[in-house]
Nanobody
Framework: EVQLVESGGGLVQAGGSLRLSCAGS????????MTWVRQTPGKGLEWVSA???????YYAESMEGRFTISRDNAKNKVYLQMNSLKSEDTGVYLC????????????WGKGTLVTVSS
């Protein structure tokens, strides 16, 4: 059974940083695309970033330069380092995985809440 468990969310002031983690199990982590998506009050479901099995990374335009995605295949984890956070970054951040690209969202975690106070 594929499982994705996010952690690292919390309350942070605008301009601050958070590092989210997602632990995967039940699949060949190193062969999957790992993706972060967020659910925000203003924009609904929004694609944030993805990292392929090759290590190639992709970002939504509004996150480019502020967010960094990385993966540790030895630990079956993917991370999202978020800097210079804004109030509009508030939302639930979900981790997803998939076996193909483009896409990479066959399975989803339950998410972790990020709240940015202004």
């Amino acid at each position: 059974e594929v499982q994705l468990v996010e952690s690292g969310g919390g309350l942070v002031q605008a301009g601050g940083s958070l590092r989210l983690s997602c632990a995967g199990s039940g699949f060949s982590f190193e062969n999957y695309v790992m993706t972060w998506v967020r659910q925000t009050p203003g924009k609904g479901l929004e694609w944030v970033s993805a990292i392929k099995w090759t290590g190639d990374t992709y970002y939504a335009e509004s996150m480019e330069g502020r967010f960094t995605i990385s993966r540790d295949n030895a630990k079956n984890k993917v991370y999202l380092q978020m800097n210079s956070l804004k109030s509009e970054d508030t939302g639930v951040y979900l981790c997803a995985c998939g076996g193909s690209w483009p896409g990479g969202m066959d399975y989803w975690g339950k998410g972790t809440l990020v709240t940015v106070s202004s």
